[in-house]
């Protein structure tokens, strides 16, 4: 292991320190947070050898580029983006190396997905609250980087000239992010049942996301239906995705920073194979839901889990046929 | 209290990963006090597969890995643990600390207090007193591990404020219905605030950036501004352990 330099030499709009997210902390008042497109973020990190829940770089929005003092592997995911090495054109969803003092930048192209994910195999030095790198705007724990960032890294480099043909030919799982309306897959909860006619609404209706969306959820412009009768629901805890309609005439898909709702009918739950696309829904994009069943619901996330696993042993067989370990895990 | 058990909760599937258990009851009391005996439980037993509990006031929201485990095996396992709940059981996973909470309460620290008092009948310096001589118990941790607390003995509960103030200074402490709270982090709230405290109530520079937890008992403590700043406030610490 030695310790490499990362020179950022520019960030995007909102360029912070990521990871999948704190675990067990819900019940002490800490939302899980971590990546809003949580298989983004852990595809980078299998593409360089990390551990899935590695600490890594999400980007929203820009152009952040940094410059490492050392050869280091990097993979970029996430939304549709351009990026370049040494400017020089290189894939995204697949490692790259980026050599000792060359330039790496990542365009997004915001039209099509809002985040990227930059994963630098080894370890990056970041702080940490309860155990997670992720941020917590809430407690003031913005995970912004420095000019320079610190990476411990057992990476030597592949032998390999950047001309010759790609290294690799993993079986990568790739997020489509489509041009048109985005489908979210969602399974119903009790609010439905309580407001007849809001599940055929939401099925045939079109949303829009708007910009008032943040971390905590996503306001969507479409048709509503509240409630007849004032029954007050006392506030608990929703699930990620929770589709939640306020007082308000608009719909609220929460995300991995909500806190408990306010005591507003939840009609629906976004499947967890659904999560990642609404992680990279940004401003005017268009979505339509479609209403699934429990038993498919979780049969798409198995699908979707297997072909990581897949792709992690893909990656350490053909890292290991290289000499490069990594920091893999065993499945 | 009664020595009434519960053979039955309501478990209902939330989206493709999580359930939410609340205990039928008329009585609102009975329905919280049953759910924060569950909860203890069901941590003290967690099923494989569980990945977090979210606190409701009178619910828990459990949520799993359906790869690791399955709905009806997260609700079965839910049933047998809710079988018998007692209504006030004590499982303590850990010792109740005591915590003395030095508390400045003016004009300027405590806003709402003249309203307060008008609303239940008493002068300002008597919901001080009201507030001093309330013990307290550590229910859940809020909203950024603010502890949320009940006990408040006051002539009738405290209403909310009809429109939220947008920037409370940390470490404010705030009332409604019967609970307080103490502001960790600058923000908005629909809370009473009636005083503030110099203590540091969360530090997220430390790797346990609280000092409480929920069952653990606070009372506050009135002092003057000169006094709060002689006391040069750091970390919110306990004064003892609470004994059995």
């Given amino acids: ?331 | 209290m009664t020595a009434e058990q519960f053979t039955a909760v309501t478990v209902e599937p939330f989206g493709d990963s999580a359930v939410m258990v609340t205990v039928p009851h008329p009585d609102p009391v009975i329905r919280r006090t049953a759910v924060v005996a569950f909860r203890e439980r069901f941590l003290a037993q967690r099923p494989p597969g569980v990945l977090d509990v979210v606190s409701g006031l009178e619910s828990l929201l459990v949520e799993f890995d359906p790869l690791e485990t399955a709905l009806p095996h997260v609700e079965y396992a839910v049933r047998l643990l809710a079988e018998r709940l007692p209504l006030h059981e004590r499982l303590q996973a850990r010792t109740a600390l005591r915590f003395d909470i030095p508390v400045v309460f003016d004009e300027e620290t405590g806003p709402d207090l003249l309203s307060v008092a008008e609303e239940v009948g008493l002068a300002p310096a008597e919901v001080v007193e009201a507030i001093a001589e309330s013990t307290f118990t550590i229910s859940l941790l809020g909203a950024a591990m603010a502890p949320m607390m009940d006990g408040l003995s006051v002539p009738r509960p405290v209403r909310r404020r009809a429109e939220p103030r947008t920037d409370v200074a940390p470490g404010a402490i705030m009332i409604a219905g019967t609970n307080a709270i103490i502001q960790p982090f600058p923000g908005p709230t629909g809370w009473r605030v009636v005083g503030r405290t110099p203590h540091t109530i969360v530090d997220i520079s430390r790797a346990e950036p609280v000092s409480f937890g929920t069952g653990d008992i606070v009372r506050f403590v009135p002092v003057t501004r000169d006094e709060a700043a002689a006391l040069d406030a750091g970390f919110l610490l306990p004064v003892s352990e609470v004994s059995a």
């Fill in chain 1, 1 to 331: 292991m030695r310790t490499v330099g990362l020179d950022i030499t520019r960030t995007g709009w909102v360029t912070t320190f990521q990871d999948l997210g704190r675990r067990d902390t819900e019940r002490r008042g800490v939302p899980t947070g971590g990546a809003a497109d949580q298989h983004s973020a852990a595809m980078a990190n299998i593409l360089v050898g990390n551990p899935r829940d590695a600490t890594l770089i999400e980007n929203l929005g820009g152009e952040p580029a940094f410059v490492p003092d050392a050869d280091v592997l990097v993979a970029v995911t996430g939304g549709p983006c351009r990026v370049t090495v040494g400017g020089a054109p290189a894939d995204s969803w697949s490692p790259v190396v980026v050599p000792a003092g060359t330039e790496i930048r990542v365009r997004a192209d915001m039209d099509l997905g809002a985040r990227n994910y930059i994963a630098v195999s080894g370890v990056l030095a970041a702080k940490t609250l309860l155990g997670s790198a992720a941020p917590d705007p809430r407690m003031g724990f913005t995970q912004t980087l420095e000019t320079r960032v610190l990476l411990e890294s057992g990476f030597r480099g592949f032998g390999h000239s950047h001309f010759a043909p790609p290294l690799f030919r993993l079986p990568v799982p790739v997020l489509r992010c489509p041009q048109g309306p985005w489908v979210i897959d969602v399974v119903e909860s009790y609010g439905a049942r309580s407001i007849p006619g809001v599940r055929e609404l939401i099925a045939r209706s079109p949303y829009t996301v708007t910009t008032r969306s943040n971390h905590v959820g996503l306001r969507l412009d479409g048709p509503v239906l509240h409630p007849d009768t004032e029954t007050e629901i006392v506030s608990h805890g929703v699930p990620i995705g929770a589709l939640q309609i306020p007082h308000a005439d608009e719909l609220i898909v929460l995300g991995r920073y909500r806190s408990l709702t306010a005591g507003y009918p939840i009609v629906g739950v976004a499947s967890r194979a659904s999560l990642p696309l609404l992680g990279q829904a940004g401003p005017g994009r268009e979505l339509r839901f479609r209403w699934v069943d429990r038993e498919t619901s979780v049969r798409r996330y198995a699908e979707r889990e297997r072909a990581l696993r897949v792709l992690e042993r893909a990656t350490a067989e053909a890292f290991g046929a290289l000499g490069f370990a990594g920091h893999l895990i065993s499945h």
